[in-house]
């Protein structure tokens, strides 16, 4: 399988803003479609950004949408997550994940391989 690593997480401010890299390694020669995850204490892992493996669309759920921005550079096999105005209910560990579809993907089972996670802690 790929090997999934995530960076750029850590420690900012409220109202701040913080870049994530998710760099894909192993059996990258095709693209497929990628998502973020975050998970906080005591909350489920939710999705919230995906974009398709050309890079064309894009998915954001309602708490960040505005906010965050996912990108990719498929030459360097790696997926961004830019966040902006950043709140402390953004907290968590955040992952990257990829599927095997080309598509938009939404549903957390259908991601087949995951990062380690990155932590990211907004402070008010």
């Known amino acids: 399988q790929v090997q999934l690593v995530e960076s750029g997480g850590g420690s900012v401010q409220a109202g701040g803003s913080q870049t994530l890299s998710c760099a894909a390694s192993?059996?990258?020669?095709?693209?497929?479609?990628m998502g973020w995850f975050r998970q906080a204490p005591e909350k489920e892992r939710d999705l919230v950004a995906a974009?398709?493996?050309?890079?064309?669309?894009?998915y954001y759920a309602d708490s960040v949408k505005g906010r965050f921005t996912i990108s990719r550079d498929n030459a360097k096999n790696t997926v961004y997550l830019q966040m902006n105005s950043l709140k402390p209910e953004d907290t968590a560990v955040y992952y990257c994940?990829?599927?095997?579809?080309?598509?938009?993907?939404?549903?957390?089972?259908?991601?087949?391989?995951w990062g380690q996670g990155t932590q990211v802690t907004v402070s008010s």
């Open positions: 994940a990829r599927s095997r579809a080309y598509g938009l993907v939404t549903e957390q089972a259908d991601f087949r391989s």
């Open positions: 192993g059996r990258t020669s095709v693209s497929y479609a």
């Open positions: 974009i398709s493996a050309s890079g064309g669309s894009t």
